[in-house]
Structures are given as structure tokens and as C-alpha cells.
């Protein structure tokens, strides 16, 4: 299934000398496989197709057609199962054991569009609350946006790459797409498939291109709607530049607090964490960082945890015993050892881990008392890294839990209910899970950051109403003998 080149198919456009994007294993360093660039002119093509396929059929395909190519789509991921976890564990350093995961969310991600496709409506609206409303019927349907221009990241690049794009195709908008180039491989051929379901070019392109000509994209008075997942400091400039009547959907990060009460579970509990505090190297965006253990059972955590991350298998993520694969650049292995250090300098106490290893690795860390106004405190660290502190009383708890500018997700473990609805009512974060890790999510829920952690809302139904915009009808009715 592997190529040893991909380029990009726009109608219309052939690059005689384009840039060639070396994608490389971020464990081996090696070649994985080469991506020619789109440049300004390929994108300006590339917008000149889409445009003009809304412009005639602003309709967009027929529902029933659009979700019969989706569903063909889903198909083609689970046939390509094992060759696109490998690509995810090969370009991106996901253990090929959560790759294979990703994968099959990510035709669980198609089918949702799909179903959702043929199920786009608007509503009546209620005409009789005056006079002068009366004699008249109306209701609203729902219409493609225009085009939808996306930005993609790294970290689940299949996934992430199925949640902007086929709600897109289910909502009735061309859709290009613009992917991580640390992970350009997985778009690709998650492109090649939507053509192979039968999607027409015009109506979905990959655009791999630097951020120079990407930025010429997100900022084109000719798309509809802006949809990023990626850094909030690269996000919110996006969004400073975008045309009047552009909307847009933010997906950043946050720094993840997981309260764990005095009565909590630990038995279920540390399980949980590990896998939701280092699952792909931590570089989740509502990963397990700032763990809040009750004082009573604080020791008895940190040294199930240290044991825990201590245990865990480190290295090549293409090999299934692997539980912990790289980070996805050097400069990240660094910047993360340097906010450890920091912490340390400041008077946390490190358990396990704290260093750097060989291909890009960094040793599942564990740090306890970590003060307040550190970077593995207020920070995103998006690395294996979980630190750990203690409270006395719930609200302390989450007064500490709330102390960052981040708001994701959240989680208490805890067998009372009373605290349980207490945490989920007072934790900041768009949703809070009760005896489960931050990081859990299937792809039909809402999934969201508030505050500088994002904005909109993620997950299949909310990408397509995102997609679509409400118009309304009034029929006025005339008097009948």
C-alpha cells in the first residue's frame, strides 16, 4: 500500500519542480516516504476547483450519494487496517497497539458521517406568539457552508484527518485539507481512499504545503469555514486572519487534571492513568499530566504509578510489544526534559524516569510535588510526564486543578457520588469524566476546549452542523373558503 512518492490531486495542475517533503520515522530517522508540495499555484488552483464546485451545485451531492461513498470509505480503512496502523506507527511513533486503535476509530468515524449524511435537518419555529405572526408557516433547512478549509495535526493522523474531512464530504462541502508534515503519509492515503469510495477530485483535495501557503489558504475570502486542530498559538493567529464571514472550529490542548478522591479505587484507578498519562508518548491533548491524590492515599499512589511508568516498554513503535513509542521531534525531547529540570530546580521530586533516551524517547516520568507555578504545572507538556500532588479537601482539590489557563477535560475517581457531582460541577473543562482518565473519548461525543483551549465543538454531528448553515422559510397562507 506504501508509495515511495505522493502528490496531490487537483484537477487542473501539475507541478513540474515541486518541494519534496521528506517524511521520516521520528524513532529511526529514516525515510519513510516522500510528499510533494503544493505550492501558491497548486493552491490557487486547488481553490478555483473547489470554489466552483459549490458555486454549481451549492447543494452540494445528494445525501444518499454522499453517504453511499462513505460508507464504501469505512470499508476501504478496514480492508487497509494493518497497513495504515503501520504508516501511523512508522511516520507518527504511535505504538503500532494504539495505532491499530486509531484506526479503527477512524472508520467508526466515517460510518458516523455516513449515517449522519442522510440525516441533516432544520426545524419548524413556532408562529404563534403574536398577532402579527399568524396565517404564516415557517421552518428552516440546512445548506453547505462553502468550502472547508482544515489544518491537521500530528498526533492521530488518521483520525483526526477522518473527523474534518468526512463530515465535510457527509455536509455537502469540497473540503481541502492540509496535513501535519510530520504525518503527511497517512493523509495521502487516507485521500487516495475517499477517491477510490468514489468522492469526486473537486470535492475533496489534500493540500501538503509549508505554513507560507497554507496561511494563503486559511486566509482566502473563498472558503466557508476554518477547522484547526493544533498549538492555541498557532490556532488563534489563524484566526486573527481570516476573511470577514470566515467561522472556524479551534481544537488546542490543555494540561489534564485527574483528582483522585480518599476513597478512590486504585486498583482501577492507576491502570487508567498510566495509559491515559503516557499513550502515545503523552501527546494527547487531554493526556493525563496533574494527577491531585487525597494526602491519605498520596504515597501509596505515587509509588503504584512510579512502578507502573517504570515498567512500561520503551522504543520502536512499529513493534507490538512497544507500550511507549518517540516523541515526534528532538526539539520536543528537549523542550520537555528542559520544563522537567525546571520543575526539579523548583523542588519537585522525581520517582522514575526524568531523561532523555536514544530515537526521540523520553523516559515515562513520574514527579511528585511539583509547585504550582512550574511548567509541568501551567503548561501543556504533551510528553510522558505525569506529576503528582496532594490535597486535604475536595475544594482544595479542585482550586488546585482549576489554577492553569487550559480547559479540556478533566476526571475524578472517587465512590461517592455526592463528590463525584461536586467535582464534575465545579472542574473547569468542556467535560469531565467520573472514574475513567482524561483522555477518554469516542468519536460521537462533543469534544471541545474552552477558553484559550479552543473553540466550537469536535465529534461527527457537531463537525457537520459546523458545516452547514440554517436558513430559514415562511410561507405565508392564504385564506381558504
Not at 287 to 299: G, L, T, W, Y
Request: with cysteine.
Amino acid at each position: 500500500m506504501l508509495e515511495s512518492r505522493y502528490a496531490a490531486d487537483i484537477p487542473g495542475w501539475q507541478p513540474k519542480h515541486p518541494d519534496i517533503l521528506q517524511v521520516t520515522s521520528p524513532y529511526s530517522g529514516e525515510t519513510v516516504a516522500e510528499v510533494a508540495l503544493v505550492d501558491a499555484s497548486g493552491l490557487d488552483r486547488a481553490l478555483d476547483v473547489a470554489t466552483q464546485a459549490h458555486a454549481d451545485n451549492p447543494q452540494g451531492l445528494p445525501a444518499h450519494q454522499r453517504s453511499a461513498i462513505l460508507k464504501r470509505l469505512a470499508a476501504l480503512v478496514t480492508d487497509h487496517h494493518e497497513d495504515l496502523a503501520m504508516l501511523i506507527a512508522s511516520e507518527g511513533g504511535k505504538p503500532l497497539v494504539d495505532a491499530r486503535i486509531e484506526v479503527t476509530r477512524a472508520a467508526n468515524t466515517v460510518e458516523l458521517s455516513a449515517e449522519e449524511a442522510t440525516r441533516i435537518a432544520g426545524g419548524e419555529i413556532p408562529m404563534q406568539g403574536t398577532p402579527a405572526a399568524m396565517g404564516r408557516l415557517a421552518f428552516t433547512i440546512r445548506e453547505p457552508i462553502g468550502v472547508v478549509a482544515a489544518v491537521s495535526a500530528f498526533n492521530h493522523p488518521v483520525n483526526l484527518i477522518a473527523h474534518q474531512v468526512a463530515p465535510a464530504v457527509a455536509a455537502g462541502c469540497p473540503v481541502l485539507i492540509k496535513p501535519a508534515p510530520d504525518t503527511a503519509l497517512s493523509c495521502m492515503v487516507f485521500m487516495e481512499l475517499l477517491r477510490e469510495a468514489g468522492l469526486p477530485p473537486e470535492w475533496g483535495m489534500a493540500v501538503p504545503s509549508t505554513n507560507e501557503v497554507a496561511e494563503r489558504l486559511v486566509t482566502s475570502d473563498r472558503i466557508g469555514f476554518f477547522s484547526f486542530i493544533g498549538s492555541a498559538k498557532v490556532g488563534w493567529f489563524l484566526r486573527s486572519k481570516l476573511a470577514p464571514g470566515v467561522r472556524c472550529t479551534l481544537e488546542h490542548g490543555g494540561a489534564a487534571p485527574v483528582i483522585l478522591d480518599r476513597g478512590a479505587d486504585l486498583d482501577r484507578a492507576i491502570p487508567a492513568l498510566l495509559k491515559g498519562g503516557y499513550y502515545h508518548a503523552g501527546q494527547v491533548c487531554v493526556s493525563v499530566q496533574r494527577v491531585f491524590a487525597h494526602a491519605a492515599i498520596r504515597d501509596d499512589v505515587v509509588q503504584r504509578l512510579t512502578d507502573g511508568a517504570a515498567a512500561l516498554t520503551v522504543g520502536d513503535a512499529t513493534l507490538p510489544e512497544t507500550e511507549v513509542g518517540p516523541l515526534i521531534r528532538q526539539r520536543e525531547v528537549d523542550r520537555i526534559h528542559e520544563w522537567v529540570e525546571a520543575g526539579l530546580a523548583a523542588g519537585a521530586v522525581v520517582t522514575t524516569g526524568a531523561e532523555p533516551l536514544d530515537h526521540q524517547c523520553y523516559a515515562p516520568t513520574v514527579l511528585t510535588d511539583a509547585p504550582a507555578d512550574t511548567p509541568v504545572m501551567t503548561e501543556e507538556i504533551f510528553g510522558p510526564v505525569v506529576v503528582v500532588n496532594s490535597y486535604e479537601g475536595l475544594h482544595d482539590a479542585i482550586e488546585q486543578a482549576n489554577n492553569v489557563r487550559w480547559s479540556f477535560q478533566a476526571a475524578i475517581f472517587t465512590q461517592d457520588v455526592d463528590r463525584a457531582f461536586a467535582a464534575a460541577r465545579g472542574l473547569k473543562g468542556a467535560a469531565v469524566m467520573i472514574n475513567d482518565h482524561s483522555a477518554f473519548r469516542v468519536d460521537w461525543m462533543p469534544f471541545a476546549g474552552r477558553g484559550p483551549s479552543g473553540l466550537g465543538v469536535g465529534g461527527v454531528k457537531y463537525g457537520i452542523r459546523d458545516y452547514t448553515e440554517e436558513k430559514m422559510i415562511v410561507v405565508k397562507l392564504g385564506d381558504v373558503d
